[in-house]
């Protein structure tokens, strides 16, 4: 199996729309009742912290990456 670099935003966003369905189950499920309006800020907010998140992975992954070579640099080979 391949392995991916992992996104801890995407990670985030996953959890936060998977609380937002257990909220909704639960309502349908006649558990508990879950007002209309709290569905939004629980998603907006969720969004706005898988961005954050994901931002700050970028840059750090950005920063602890190596410069990479020009193409023929150090390859120089005497004739």
Same mark, same amino acid.
């Given at each position: 199996?391949?392995?991916?670099?992992?996104?801890?935003?995407?990670?985030?966003?996953?959890?936060?729309?998977?609380?937002?369905?257990?909220?909704?189950?639960?309502?349908?499920?006649?558990?508990?009742?879950?007002?209309?309006?709290?569905?939004?800020?629980?998603?907006?907010?969720?969004?706005?912290?898988?961005?954050?998140?994901?931002?700050?992975?970028?840059?750090?992954?950005? %920063? %602890?990456?190596?410069? %990479?070579?020009?193409?023929?640099?150090?390859?120089?080979?005497?004739?």
């Amino acid at each position: 199996m391949l392995r991916h670099e992992f996104r801890p935003g995407r990670l985030v966003a996953g959890v936060v729309f998977t609380v937002v369905g257990v909220l909704y189950a639960g309502d349908a499920g006649g558990l508990w009742e879950t007002p209309w309006f709290v569905v939004a800020p629980v998603v907006v907010g969720g969004l706005v912290l898988a961005g954050a998140t994901g931002a700050v992975s970028r840059s750090l992954r950005r %920063r %602890r990456e190596p410069a %990479r070579a020009t193409p023929g640099a150090g390859s120089e080979t005497a004739s």
